[in-house]
């Protein structure tokens, strides 16, 4: 399982690298828009530093066309490095560039799916990642538990390389069914990751077992000071 970040947030990505081994970070251009007009790939460059070399950035292309997206990937690997994995729309011009890209053997998300079809013309171009927008789908009434089930099925029974990394989570619970039917990555805001980790209930059972200790031990006590 891996468990990326979907941000461009430098202090963000280092808040929780902190507490997660994170498989990477993902961007895009609207997550890239929050930062401001920064220096995009010195931006990218932080992020590599930060998340060391074995991580997976992925970073995506902007455009129309195969060009453009081609053009875009080139940029990116010979401005930021060879080993980010380029995003590229799972459009019909956008699967003539992860075809092309892939007979080089380069590193390749397809992104912006929506659809199983979408997903196995990915599958079939060879590219690594696919990343279905999880929350976008069900506002589209379209069932993406569903989605993940049978792409995750269909990556099986072909003994694909491609891998599903769920993106676009509104709510923890959709990162863990995500998890749950079969997705080998996620991807999440940092939103999701903090409400996640910052229930309530979690930080009421600490206190309490402190709370608890201190009441025998006395107040500030822990058991590190009990071994001096
Ligand atoms: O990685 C794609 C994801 O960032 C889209 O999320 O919230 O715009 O649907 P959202």
Redesign the pocket.
Request: proline share 0%; net charge neutral; charged share 10%.
């Given at each position: 399982m891996e468990i990326l970040l979907?941000t461009a947030n430098i202090s963000l990505i280092k808040r929780f690298i902190k507490a997660i081994d994170l498989a990477g970070i993902?961007t895009?251009p609207?997550?890239v828009k929050k930062e401001g007009k920064i220096d995009f790939f010195n931006h990218m460059k932080e992020i590599r530093q930060i998340i060391g070399k074995d991580a997976k950035l992925h970073v995506q292309a902007v455009g129309q066309t195969k060009d453009d997206f081609v053009k875009d990937a080139r940029a990116i690997w010979d401005n930021v490095d060879p080993d980010v994995y380029v995003k590229i729309p799972t459009t019909e011009e956008g699967l003539a560039a992860i075809k092309t890209l892939k007979a080089e053997d380069k590193h390749i998300t397809a992104?912006g799916v929506y659809t199983e079809f979408q997903a196995y013309m990915a599958m079939a171009n060879g590219a690594d990642y696919i990343?279905p927008?999880y929350?976008?789908m069900r506002n589209m009434n379209i069932d993406a538990v569903a989605f993940i089930k049978n792409v995750a099925d269909r990556i099986a029974l072909e003994h694909s390389s491609s891998k599903i990394l769920a993106?676009?989570?509104?709510n923890v619970e959709e990162v863990n069914n995500a998890i749950r039917y079969g997705a080998q990555a996620v991807?999440m805001?940092p939103d999701i990751m903090a409400s996640g980790l910052g229930m309530p209930a979690i930080g009421k059972a600490v206190d309490d077992f402190q709370a608890d200790w201190e009441s025998i031990y006395g107040e500030g006590s822990s058991i590190a000071a009990l071994a001096k």
């Open positions: 979907d993902t895009n609207t997550i992104t990343a927008y929350n976008r993106a676009s989570f509104h991807t805001g």
